[in-house]
C-alpha cells in the first residue's frame, strides 16, 4: 500500500507557473506508475499527465501538451508535475495517484490509491 501527499498548489496569473509534488511513503513506490488529475468545481475529475513506473514513458493530456511536464524521483520517492503557461482553465484541485504495474494509464479508474488533492488556482 502507498500513501500519497501533494504539496505546491497556490494562486497564480494566467501565463505563470507552478509545481506539484507528491510524496509517496512505503518501500514500494518504485512498483507503482503515477499519475496527475484533476477537478474543476462542477466538473468530473479528467487526466492530466501520467508516468510509467520506469519513469520512461509519459502520457499528457492534449489540453497540457506543451505546458505541463510529469518527473519522478525513485530515489525519493516522489513524482512532480511542473505547470507553465497556466490558464484560467487549469484551475483545479489537482490529485496525485498511483497504480500497481508499469503502464502510465490515462482512466482514473486505472488508479488504485490516491491523495488528497491540492489546489491551484489561476486568475485572468
Known amino acids: 500500500q502507498v500513501q500519497l501527499v501533494e504539496s505546491g498548489g497556490g494562486m497564480v496569473q494566467a501565463g505563470g507557473s507552478l509545481r506539484l509534488s507528491c510524496a509517496a511513503s512505503?518501500?514500494?513506490?518504485?512498483?507503482?506508475?503515477m499519475g496527475w488529475f484533476r477537478q474543476a468545481p462542477g466538473k468530473e475529475r479528467e487526466f492530466v499527465a501520467a508516468?510509467?513506473?520506469?519513469?520512461?514513458?509519459?502520457n499528457n493530456a492534449e489540453s497540457v501538451k506543451g505546458r505541463f511536464t510529469i518527473s519522478r524521483d525513485n530515489a525519493k520517492n516522489t513524482v512532480s508535475l511542473q505547470m507553465n503557461s497556466l490558464q484560467p482553465e487549469d484551475t483545479a484541485v489537482y490529485y496525485c495517484?498511483?497504480?500497481?504495474?508499469?503502464?502510465?494509464?490515462?482512466?482514473?479508474?486505472?488508479?488504485?490509491?490516491w491523495g488528497q488533492g491540492t489546489q491551484v488556482t489561476v486568475s485572468s
Open positions: 508516468i510509467s513506473r520506469t519513469g520512461l514513458n509519459t
Open positions: 495517484a498511483a497504480r500497481s504495474g508499469n503502464s502510465a494509464a490515462t482512466g482514473q479508474y486505472d488508479y488504485d490509491y
Open positions: 512505503g518501500r514500494t513506490y518504485r512498483r507503482y506508475a
